[in-house]
């Protein structure tokens, strides 16, 4: 059991952890930003009594093209699907390494009969006739 908490709890898993965590924490975080950002202006208020109609120094307004809530979900859903995607192309890496020993121990086995089947069982490959 100690073994394997020392292989498993290293050093370098945890960086990469933080990392891949960061990364993708920052990169979602800045795409649901843009989304706020993309469905929002900015306007100066018109002449109107709340100023004295322009005698008072006008404000700026946020004008919302979608409604709150629609903009706060689509930032929400934005934003943890670039989280994800980052958080997989960093580990893709580690996936494409799992792909290929796969494979290889398939094709390592196969061959391998293949062989075996080819040249048949106590035959020394020299034709009989």
Known sequence: MNEFIKTTFTRQ?????????????????????????????HSIERRALRNLF????????????????????LALVIGFIVMEFVRYSLNEKKYLTLV???RRQR???????????????????????
């Not at 975080?29 to 202006?41: E, N, R």
């Not at 322009?54 to 979900?73: A, F, M, N, Q, T």
């Not at 391998?112 to 040249?119: D, L, N």
């Open 13 to 41: 898993k945890f960086r990469g952890l933080a990392v891949n965590t960061a990364l993708g924490n920052f990169a979602g975080y800045a795409a649901g930003s843009l989304v706020t950002l993309l469905s929002t202006y």
């Open 54 to 73: 322009g005698i008072l120094p006008r404000k700026k307004v946020v004008v919302h093209l979608l409604p709150e809530w629609l903009e706060w979900l």
């Open 100 to 102: 290929r020993a796969l």
């Open 107 to 129: 094709s390592a086995p196969a061959a391998a009969s293949a062989a075996g089947a080819a040249s048949g069982p106590g035959s020394t490959g020299a034709r009989r006739g």
